[in-house]
């Protein structure tokens, strides 16, 4: 496996949906997750695409390391805009060991957003069988009403 990183454009894109969401834009499952920053205690925004388990919500941290989800972990909620629509939530981080069928879920449903995890050097091809085996590498917290 090749060495993970950002793929090229992603700041630049992810500027651009917190901009579009401010203007209350829907973005289809697009939506921008906020959260207390771990070292600032700034607000933090970062796009995020959430998807439905078993009639359960979550989000992926799709690279290894990142600030986002080290700040959603430390504050374990925030709120989740899609278009007009604000919610406070609680994020709830799935063990390791529960983590495989909801990220192969991921892949799935979700196929822009395994071409970001794929472009970042997480996983190779993106297969729902290569997600749920990337437990170890992703994370997915489970989103609930705060």
Request: proline share 10%; glycine share 4%; net charge negative.
């Given at each position: 496996m090749s060495e993970v990183s950002l793929p090229p454009g992603l700041k630049t894109m992810n500027r651009m949906v917190r901009l579009l969401q401010r203007l209350g834009l829907d973005l289809g499952p697009v939506s921008v997750l906020t959260v207390r920053g771990r070292k600032s205690g700034q607000p933090r925004n970062?796009?995020?695409?959430?998807?439905?388990?078993?009639?359960r919500q979550y989000v992926l941290g799709g690279i290894p390391g990142a600030d986002w989800v080290r700040n959603a972990r430390a504050a374990g909620e925030g709120t989740l805009r899609q278009g007009k629509r604000v919610r406070r939530v609680r994020l709830i981080e799935v063990p390791e060991d529960e983590r495989g069928p909801i990220l192969r879920e991921f892949a799935v449903q979700r196929p822009k957003g395994v071409e970001m995890v794929v472009k970042a050097g997480v996983v190779r091809d993106g297969t729902p069988e290569e997600f749920e085996a990337a437990a170890?590498?992703?994370?997915?917290?489970?989103?609930?009403?705060a």
């Open positions: 970062t796009p995020v695409a959430p998807y439905e388990v078993a009639g170890d590498r992703l994370t997915a917290f489970r989103i609930e009403a």
